[in-house]
């Protein structure tokens, strides 16, 4: 009965030891230091250490002066140590807030609101291939690739930001975790970024395609950032959540509709081998000299002619004629003339 208490104390000590390694990680997410990135659907936010003595924030517009001007928005924080980034606040007020004293003047940074995007995309290991919204051999090795901003909560709060991968199965099932090669299974639950883009790999997160508990068929992947409530209060896509994208796992290019058997691609093959051999040359050939008939033409030039032919024609000569007679009256009287001066001689 001693040893029995014992060990359960002994089980209670470590499990208490085991949440004091893990809670300050998490608790550490939401405590937010003086100039920190914070991220527009954040909530539950501990902002004590970024405001100090100040209870209110401002922000300035791009190439306002902040040392003579008055800022553009004010916030009260009334509970710095459960503040929210509330899109209605938030949205187009990116960049530094900077804490406002007694007079409303600027005193240095608070925190830097930034809105968030949050992208994945599909990668073929085992060929180095972008696969994402295209097929994937089964058998082939996958990893997920993630594309946000999100990687500035590991340096500014000292663990990633947590980001749920959701792979939906064919039938419409949810993994939780993936089995890469050898067997092994990793939750892709609340996986910390810290870089971007994030490869699942970089944590040993492998997706087998070809192992027995995946069946063939599309899938589709797409994450959600669980930052302290971001996807719940900012639910928009490209923003706390990815866009959804597919993944085919077959093991027949789909170009391809089935097996090497299939009598559409044996028909296809002759049609293209047919297409390039010059026997298809003679019937165009053949077929030219028939659409160019020889009795077409003269019919088409007889029939321009008849009316071009102009009768009058033979008319233009007629004033020749009339001159004629003119002309041999003349030449009569000039030899009646020549006769009497010749008959006068005599």
Not at 157 to 185: D, K
Not at 208 to 235: F, H, I, R
Not at 303 to 310: D, K, L, M, R, S
Request: net charge negative; proline share 8%; aromatic share 6%.
């Amino acid at each position: 009965m001693v040893m029995t208490l014992k060990i359960s104390t002994s089980i209670a000590l470590l499990s208490l030891l085991v949440l004091g390694l893990i809670l300050p990680v998490h608790a550490a997410l939401n405590t937010i230091s003086q100039g920190n990135i914070v991220f527009i659907g954040e909530y539950g936010l501990d902002v004590s250490g970024a405001m100090g003595v100040d209870s209110k924030i401002g922000w300035w517009g791009s190439g306002a002066s902040i040392s003579s001007t008055a800022p553009t928005q004010v916030l009260t924080i009334g509970t710095p140590t459960n503040f929210a980034i509330t899109p209605a606040e938030f949205s187009g007020y990116t960049g530094n807030w900077y804490r406002l004293d007694n007079a409303g003047k600027a005193d240095g940074t608070a925190f830097n609101v930034q809105d968030p995007s949050l992208a994945i995309r599909v990668e073929d290991v085992t060929l180095n291939l972008d696969r994402t919204n295209d097929w994937v051999p089964t058998g082939d090795v996958v990893r997920f690739a993630i594309d946000s901003n999100l990687y500035a909560v590991a340096s500014d709060r000292g663990a990633g930001a947590p980001v749920t991968i959701h792979l939906l199965s064919p039938n419409g099932g949810e993994y939780s975790s993936v089995v890469g090669p050898g067997g092994a299974s990793h939750s892709i639950v609340d996986v910390p970024v810290t870089t971007t883009p994030f490869l699942s790999d970089s944590l040993g997160i492998l997706w087998d395609t070809g192992n027995s508990l995946y069946s063939q068929g599309t899938y589709q992947v797409y994450a959600e950032c669980t930052l302290n409530g971001m996807k719940d209060n900012y639910p928009a896509t490209g923003k706390s959540i990815s866009n959804r994208i597919t993944a085919l796992d077959q093991d027949v290019n789909p170009l391809i509709k089935s097996g090497g058997s299939n009598p559409s691609i044996t028909a296809h093959v002759p049609t293209t081998v047919k297409t390039s051999v010059p026997t298809t040359v003679p019937p165009t050939v053949t077929t030219v000299p028939t659409t160019i008939p020889p009795p077409s033409i003269p019919t088409t030039i007889i029939t321009t002619e008849t009316p071009a032919t102009p009768v009058p024609v033979t008319t233009t000569p007629i004033p020749a004629t009339t001159k004629a007679p003119g002309f041999g009256l003349m030449l009569t009287l000039s030899s009646i003339a020549v006769g009497l001066m010749v008959c006068l001689r005599k």
